[in-house]
């Protein structure tokens, strides 16, 4: 293995021959450069994935036979073994940052950032924020284990800020639709998880959308995709079970079941309550308690005669 190599110069400044830290998705190189004129690379083949973000000037970018004139604020993906050649552009010679990378989830994290076979160059936004993490990156250079982690970490914010691009120009495309990353049974499961675990502390719809990361409106598409219900029904319906259960199970006064519901107004909690079980909870508890009661003195199934057939008899 090539010992780690720091370059750091008025041109130039470069951090590569990293070492393979992790498995899913690890920096092989990174750097910043301020081009000379037509400075050019290439015709080359690269053996890890790269993106380089243009942060001032022109240049050009070949790959895949086409030919892309690139200027600010635009990003271009190198894919490993496929030939390419990218060149400063004579009069206004970009400076540009790179990022070389690779790993078992390096094509499916491009995918969510939008690069693919068909779409080398995108734009992109947060360059304060990019050149950062970049800065971030370059500037833990020694080789130590907690610099491994914070290398690391850069680069994963990085590919953060740019599924967050993704993201804002897939919703743009589409009219101001946002793009979600995950199937809608996702986020079904990890809203109701939340249910599970805050109903209790009077939760509404829209806390559960935040909590997730989607629209409301889209999570209550999803609910009905899902469920055939809507997340506030959902909602509502899982509070009044568990205050039923409660209800049979303990002998807390119905102010407190509804409490512990989720519901600061025992009164609207009642109504709710007798709207869905057609009893109040107070009726509800003594009810099921007459039940028990009633169970309780019918013989057991050992105690029952047996049932004859005609063939027995």
């Not at 740019?162 to 993201?167: H, I, P, S």
């Not at 804002?168 to 979600?180: F, L, M, N, P, V």
């Amino acid at each position: 293995m090539r010992n780690i190599k720091y370059t750091d110069s008025a041109q130039f400044q470069c951090l590569e021959h990293l070492r393979e830290a992790f498995m899913d998705l690890y920096l092989v190189h990174c750097g910043i450069e301020h081009c000379q004129p037509s400075h050019s690379f290439g015709p080359a083949f690269r053996d890890e994935y790269i993106i380089h973000f243009v942060l001032e000037g022109k240049g050009s970018y070949t790959a895949g036979g086409i030919t892309y004139f690139l200027s600010s604020s635009q990003m271009f993906l190198i894919y490993p073994g496929e030939e390419i050649r990218y060149s400063a552009d004579p009069d206004e010679p970009w400076t540009y940052a790179w990022i070389g990378f690779n790993g078992i989830r390096a094509e499916s994290t491009l995918k969510n950032c939008g690069f693919s076979r068909q779409c080398y160059v995108l734009p992109f936004k947060m360059q304060e924020d990019l050149t950062g993490h970049i800065s971030g990156i370059l500037n833990a250079f020694q080789l130590s284990f907690s610099n491994d982690l914070k290398r690391n970490a850069f680069l994963l914010f990085i590919f953060s800020l740019l599924a967050e691009n993704y993201n804002h120009i897939a919703g743009a495309s589409k009219g101001g639709e946002t793009r979600y990353d995950y199937g809608s049974n996702v986020y079904v499961e990890q809203a109701i998880d939340y249910i599970k675990w805050n109903h209790s502390h009077g939760i509404n719809v829209t806390d559960i959308a935040d909590y997730i990361g989607i629209s409301r409106t889209y999570l209550n598409h999803i609910f009905q995709k899902e469920l055939g219900i809507s997340s506030q029904k959902f909602l509502m319906d899982f509070r009044l079970h568990k205050a039923a259960n409660l209800l049979i199970s303990s002998d807390l006064p119905v102010a407190e079941v509804s409490a512990q519901v989720g519901y600061d107004d025992s009164l609207a909690f009642s109504k709710a309550f007798k709207k869905k079980f057609g009893l109040s909870p107070k009726n509800y508890r003594s009810h099921k308690e007459s039940l028990d009661r009633f169970s309780e003195k019918q013989p057991s199934v050992n105690e029952l005669p047996p049932i004859t057939t005609p063939k027995d008899r």
